[in-house]
């Protein structure tokens, strides 16, 4: 079921933030942004350890204040995945971070004050191989941009990235990358098929402030969805009232859904209906949590019945099909045993783990290989 993305992405000029890259024909990242105090070390790194256990590429940390700064400097010593510190107004507390080795900057450089100030933050990043990110936001815009437009616009929000490019071109830094974000679904897609053809920086997707975890996912993944259809996005985060955690898996879903990158188990599962031979909601749930620590990926059909089920199944990894009285399980499209209800989900979590180990061990051989 595997197959190439036929989307053609959008040609970017590469950053590396951290050892990520990010634009150019790398992988599109996925990130998020922890939501805990920062001044609480514990805490915030508990939460990127968990971010980075979910697959997360890339973390952005809050830096509103110099303590805050110097907690960043613990907490960037005490964790592996790259880190973006989100600074404001205060040129001090960017320079800092920087010294303590901060992967990338998110810092609008027209809202930190005088040329002097601008120039002492991006000569530290060029300085230090940090890039930058121009983040604009709808609910910020800056107060002439209000004035001359009314209200947010797709328009506007483009005006305002390009008075902070225009900032970093004057100083010839060309090491950032650009997001431009709204609560609202086609002013967020319209501003970045504007800005996606007069620059050649990497954008960074999202739909800001989109909801809770259910509308929140939808709202994101339309957006999403249609930028990264266009071929337009080199990193994403889903912005979610909820547990950051379901920030990585929802992006991740996103971009698997589209064949631009996977990670862990593709399941494919029908809605279930009076013809099923199993409890295919109640399987599905069992088998999503129990399975969310594999990361290898692997297309796994759970069909209730016959009707659906022999051809979803023989275009899986692996496969059940719903029967009386016992169910069919596939192995590479053929079918491979018979198991019954009494012990399904045990017996499918068995199966898959057995296969993905399998996978793990014949990739392992092919490395070890390739080095003697």
């Known amino acids: 079921m595997n197959h190439e993305s036929p989307i053609k992405r959008r040609k970017s000029r590469q950053i590396m933030v951290g050892d990520v890259p990010v634009g150019g024909d790398a992988p599109i990242a996925v990130q998020s942004m922890t939501n805990t105090n920062t001044c609480d070390v514990d805490a915030t790194v508990g939460q990127i350890r968990a971010l980075q256990e979910a697959g997360a590429d890339i973390v952005r940390v809050s830096v509103p204040s110099m303590d805050a700064a110097e907690a960043f400097g613990k907490i960037r010593s005490m964790v592996t995945v790259p880190l973006v ?25 027209g809202n ?53 490019i225009d900032i970093l071109d004057k100083h010839d830094f060309q090491d950032f990358k650009v997001s431009l974000k709204a609560s609202e679904v086609f002013m967020t897609v319209a501003a970045y098929r504007l800005i996606a053809s007069q620059i050649e920086q990497p954008l960074h997707l999202g739909i800001t402030e989109a909801g809770g975890f259910r509308s929140g996912t939808v709202k994101s993944s339309i957006g999403l969805g249609m930028l990264l259809m266009d071929g337009i996005g080199d990193t994403i985060r889903v912005s979610l009232a909820a547990d950051p955690v379901q920030e990585i898996k929802v992006g991740f879903d996103i971009l698997k859904s589209l064949r631009l990158r996977s990670r862990g188990i593709n399941f494919v599962a029908c809605p279930s209906c009076s013809r099923q031979n199993f409890d295919v909601i109640q399987t599905m749930n069992d088998l999503e949590a129990r399975l969310e620590d594999v990361n290898e990926s692997l297309d796994v059909a759970i069909i209730g019945c ?17 029967g009386s009285p016992k169910n069919l399980f596939y192995m590479s499209g053929k079918p491979n045993q018979k198991l019954d209800n009494a012990n399904l989900t045990d017996d499918l979590e068995r199966l898959i783990r057995e296969e993905v180990a399998r996978r793990k061990e014949k990739e392992d051989a092919i490395i070890t290989r390739s080095t003697e």
């Open 85 to 109: 510190a989100d600074i404001h107004f205060d040129h001090r507390i960017a320079l800092r971070v920087a010294e303590l080795g901060v992967d990338c900057l998110r810092i609008n450089p």
């Open 112 to 164: 930190i004050g005088r040329d002097d100030r601008v120039s002492a933050v991006i000569s530290a990043a060029r300085d230090r191989n940090i890039p930058i990110r121009i983040g604009v936001n709808a609910g910020s815009l800056e107060k002439a941009l209000q004035r001359k437009y009314g209200e947010p616009t797709p328009e506007a929000l483009v005006e305002s990235a390009m008075r902070h």
């Open 306 to 322: 016959i009707v659906n089920g022999p051809g979803e199944a023989k275009v899986a990894d692996l496969g059940l099909t719903g």
